[in-house]
């Protein structure tokens, strides 16, 4: 019975790779001793004390950090603030008869500080009241911060898609101008926007812009890696076939490798938009313009009611902005 | 007009695809080239339009000699059906065909997709010509079949008013009818251009019912050329075997 192929094979030369094994386990054991160090360093188990301190302090044993801080803020931040209160004589050019939307004049008091004397003295003055004053007021702040990502986009396509095909092995016209947009595009990308804006702040002064060109440079790091790699992942053969008709590199471009790139590129594009937005949204805390200068402002006088509703515009615009990009894309396809 | 003078290709791992091929092949011939896989009817047909570098000898499209430096201007004059067609998935069948013009649109234009009336006639005038329906010109080429497809490349490589079309293995993954009938419509609209074709085919059948001319290789050389009649029983006998694979279980089991 024994067929020449059974003599020469042995099975024993192809066991299965088996994934458990005591070498394995004893790896993995040193690893956990290692990371357990680590992990101290980053405070995590903190982090499991004091999380597990907050649950038993739920059922009622002992006291808990966490929670005092959620309770702090929470019992600060609702209800939230909607409405403007400004006092009457701190508003220019102010006509009674002439009252904005909506908006009621109310009678109330106000403590006053005389630093000469150091005394306090209650003072009654009439307040503008308008129901949803602050509520507009962050919502023409979110306007600004969507307005910054929109900018911060238009600007990171501008610089990323000339560097993308130069940084294009197949596409680029030598070999340094590959290496040099190459380096350039990761300088870009390992440049965080926070340290930008700071120093664009001090170039620029406090204000949008600062943000605007932040979030350009730091995305366009990512935009245009992403478009060189897509150009280069391109299939060749309809480039093949363009250029053998003659047709110059900048025609098979436009012909043979954008339309294959343009779904991914759209959807990129599109993720850097929502995420400039959100990153846009911080950016005035170094005081980048945007809600976030409102937001830190707000924070650091411990008003929880007004970052409260700061949190929920944030929150619903990106929920929005999810929505509306979804529908987008569908019909972009 | 169109001349291969000595010519020879050695692949950088050794092989040789061509060696000492001399060929005049004249204006409004339809050629077709025979030869089983590897004889180097790829390498002998991509060296007409510049893809493939001969590695001695010379390829003379009128008097013009093809090198480095003219290579642009010659393949301007030259339309290709590659064998994979390399249509543009996403483009619209209309697009695609008038890719075959981008040499002589300018950059700004070809940048918008703008085209003028008289290329966007003459494109339609091609597809009409190779029988494509008028209901697939604006669907994207993705989304035709694969003798439609197969329409679209011939109308690509005919729009540029080309001296010479080289298809390779133009009917290679299409069933007989479609294949006679895409071979016919090709033959056609290279009549009515005054096109010279070189056609690389597989199937004898084909060959003898298309060709003006037979030129058959075996391992890099010439061993039949001339008019299908020419063609003696045991030159054809031959040919088929060539086209045969080869089949080596077989013989060992008759042994």
Known sequence: MNTPAEQTRSWQKWEIHQAVTTKNIVIVFIAFVLLSFSAHNTELDKAAVETSKAVLSIIGVGESQVLDGVARFVAKAFPLQISETTPINRLNDFDRDDLPLFSYIESGQVNEYDALSDTWSVETTEFLVQPIGYLKKVAIKMWETIEMGFWGTIICIMISLPLGILASQNYTPHRLVYSFTRIWLSFHRSLPELIVALILVLMYGFGPIAGVLALAIHTSGVLGKFFADEIENAPPGPQLAISSTGAGAFKVLRYAVFPHVYPACIAYVQYIFERNIRTATVLGIVGAGGIGMELKGRWDVFDYDHVATILLVIFLTVILLEVISQKLRKRAL | ?255
């Open chain 2, 1 to 255: 007009m169109l001349k291969f003078e000595l010519v020879s290709r050695i692949y950088d791992d050794g092989t040789k695809a061509v060696s000492n091929v001399s060929l005049h092949i004249k204006a409004g011939e339809f050629c077709v080239l025979l030869g089983p896989s590897g004889a180097g009817k790829s390498t002998l047909m991509n060296m007409v339009n510049g893809v493939v570098e001969p590695s001695s000898g010379r390829v003379m499209l009128g008097d013009l000699v093809l090198n480095k430096r003219n290579k642009k201007t010659i393949q301007q004059r030259i339309g290709m059906i590659h064998q994979q067609l390399h249509l543009i998935p996403r483009l619209s069948v209309l697009h695609n065909v008038l890719a075959g013009i981008l040499p002589n649109v300018g950059l700004f234009r070809s940048l918008i997709k703008s085209f003028t009336k008289v290329e966007q006639r003459s494109a339609h005038q091609l597809l009409d010509e190779v029988g494509l329906e008028e209901k697939h010109l604006l669907r994207r080429a993705s989304e035709l079949s694969g003798g439609q497809q197969q329409r679209v490349a011939i109308a690509r490589a005919f729009i540029s008013n080309p001296e010479v079309v080289i298809a390779d293995e133009p009917v290679a993954s299409l069933d007989p009818a479609m294949s006679r009938s895409v071979l016919k419509s090709l033959k056609t609209a290279a009549r009515k251009h005054g096109v010279t074709v070189i056609c690389t085919l597989h199937q004898l059948d084909y060959a003898l019912e298309f060709a003006d001319r037979i030129i058959a290789l075996r391992a890099g050389e010439i061993f039949f050329d001339g008019h299908p009649d020419e063609l003696d029983e045991s030159t054809q006998s031959e040919l088929y075997a060539l086209a045969q694979p080869k089949s080596v279980k077989l013989e060992k089991v008759a042994a």
